[in-house]
Nanobody, 115 residues
Framework: QVQFVESGGGLVQPGGSLRLSCAAS????????RAWYRQVPGKKRELVAM???????NYVDSVKGRFTISRDNAKNTVYLQMNSLKPEDTADYYC?????????WGQGTQVTVSS
């Protein structure tokens, strides 16, 4: 049974940076594309960024140029470097494969961007 464990969230001022990490608590093949998603209470979970097994990336327009997704296949870990954070980036952030699998969701990590 695979479940992802996210960490690295917190409270940061606008313009600040955070680095999220996502580790897999089970065996998962590195062949899968991996992704970060985020959700604001009352809204649908949205895809933020994804990375294929060979390192190709894609981002939602609102984070392009500010966020960078990367993966370490040896550690089965995915990262999201978030720079120039904005209040509208405030959300719970989750990682999963892409496309996601419902039984892989973890608890997420909360990111709050506020002065």
């Amino acid at each position: 049974q695979v479940q992802f464990v996210e960490s690295g969230g917190g409270l940061v001022q606008p313009g600040g940076s955070l680095r999220l990490s996502c580790a897999a608590s089970g065996s998962i093949s590195s062949i899968y594309a991996r992704a970060w998603y985020r959700q604001v209470p009352g809204k649908k979970r949205e895809l933020v960024a994804m990375v294929t097994n060979d390192g190709n990336t894609n981002y939602v327009d609102s984070v392009k140029g500010r966020f960078t997704i990367s993966r370490d296949n040896a550690k089965n870990t995915v990262y999201l470097q978030m720079n120039s954070l904005k209040p509208e980036d405030t959300a719970d952030y989750y990682c999963n494969v892409f496309p996601y699998r419902n039984n892989y969701w973890g608890q997420g990590t909360q990111v709050t961007v506020s002065s």
